[in-house]
């Protein structure tokens, strides 16, 4: 089993700073893409950003520019810098890994339990 244990949120103003940590722990042998994703009130889940094992990342045309996505391969952690926060950023945001268990064939995709980020205008 695998668990992903997420930080960082909170309240801020708008155009202010936070950094989201994500740790992955439990029998992992590799970990392939590492994400975020985020759910506001009443509406679907989104990816916010994402990075694979090779370091290439992806990001939601809404927080270009303003968030970046970072790693720490050998602590299995995926950080989110999101700067020039917006009171439409407010959600709950979700880490996402696809985890290779050790001894499995397949990449299995596990959730954090979520941390909230409020931006005040």
């Known amino acids: 089993q695998v668990q992903l244990v997420e930080s960082g949120g909170g309240l801020v103003q708008t155009g202010g700073s936070l950094r989201l940590s994500c740790g992955a722990s439990g029998r992992i042998f590799s970990i392939n893409v590492m994400g975020w994703y985020r759910q506001a009130p009443g509406k679907q889940r989104e990816l916010v950003a994402a990075?694979?094992?090779?370091?290439?990342?992806n990001y939601a045309d809404s927080v270009k520019g303003r968030f970046t996505i970072s790693r720490d391969y050998p602590k299995n952690t995926v950080y989110l810098q999101m700067n020039s926060l917006k009171p439409e950023d407010t959600a709950v945001y979700y880490c996402?890994?696809?985890?290779?268990?050790?001894?499995?064939?397949?990449?299995?995709?596990?959730w954090g339990q979520g941390t909230r980020v409020t931006v005040s205008s």
């Open positions: 996402n890994a696809a985890v290779r268990e050790q001894y499995s064939d397949n990449d299995y995709y596990y």
């Open positions: 990075i694979t094992s090779g370091g290439d990342t």
